[in-house]
T-cell receptor, first 116, second 113 residues
Framework: SAVISQKPSRDICQRGTSLTIQCQVD?????MFWYRQQPGQSLTLIAT?????????ESGFVIDKFPISRPNLTFSTLTVSNMSPEDSSIYLC?????????????FGEGSRLTVL | GQQLNQSPQSMFIQEGEDVSMNCTSS?????WLWYKQDPGEGPVLLIA?????ELTSNGRLTAQFGITRKDSFLNISASIPSDVGIYFC?????????????FGDGTTLTVKP
């Protein structure tokens, strides 16, 4: 299993500001995934963060709005830029289980953002 | 895109009752996974299924990978208050990374003591 720590766990932000969420994994992983979970909704993949290359964004998500860093194999950040109330969500960091149990995801505890 | 239809959307049951929820899709998946999310936490994997027809148990939980590869169910027997939470199914297609799994909309379970 992987232990994933996210910071902050929650925050209240003002419209127009930006917030960076950090994700730390206790083991080296090739890919890290960032999800958004809007209130009462399911999980939507924002992007896949690969070490040493630009993140790959899913349809509907762009780098200018959600810049991602991946400086090493255990750490990633997601920034939510120029926030509006519609960005109020839980943002989750995730990694895949080690080889042999492919497809299984481990999640951080999430970062709950409220934008006023 | 691919969609998973998860039902029921919510359940209110009495402690001790059995629970059943399922996911269906118009597409074939090669892996079915069931997660549980407690309030204020990220989802935690309950059961992973890799072969059509596979039936797997984890304590009081039992899940099956449908023969057609287009559906899966999760049963919880003798529910207890700590079973409360949101249960998500997820399907993954072959040759896609795990992050691209498709998630159902979740089943919110409430257990009355």
């Amino acid at each position: 299993s992987a232990v994933i720590s996210q910071k902050p766990s929650r925050d209240i932000c003002q419209r127009g500001t930006s917030l960076t969420i950090q994700c730390q994994v206790d083991s080296q992983v090739t890919m890290m995934f960032w999800y958004r979970q809007q209130p009462g909704q399911s999980l939507t993949l924002i992007a896949t963060a690969n070490q040493g290359s630009e993140a790959t964004y899913e349809s509907g998500f762009v780098i200018d709005k959600f810049p991602i860093s991946r400086p090493n194999l255990t750490f990633s950040t997601l920034t939510v830029s120029n926030m509006s109330p519609e960005d109020s969500s839980i943002y989750l960091c995730s990694v895949e289980a080690a080889s042999g149990r492919t497809g299984e995801l481990f999640f951080g505890e999430g970062s709950r953002l409220t934008v006023l | 895109g691919q969609q998973l239809n998860q039902s029921p959307q919510s359940m209110f049951i009495q402690e001790g009752e059995d629970v059943s929820m399922n996911c269906t899709s118009s597409s074939i998946f090669n892996t079915w996974l069931w997660y549980k999310q407690d309030p204020g936490e990220g989802p935690v994997l309950l059961i992973a299924l890799y072969k059509a027809g596979e039936l797997t148990s984890n304590g009081r939980l039992t899940a099956q990978f449908g023969i057609t590869r287009k559906d899966s169910f999760l049963n919880i027997s003798a529910s207890i208050p700590s079973d409360v939470g949101i249960y998500f199914c997820a399907g993954r297609r072959i040759n896609t990374n795990a992050g691209k799994s498709t998630f159902g909309d979740g089943t919110t379970l409430t257990v009355k003591p």
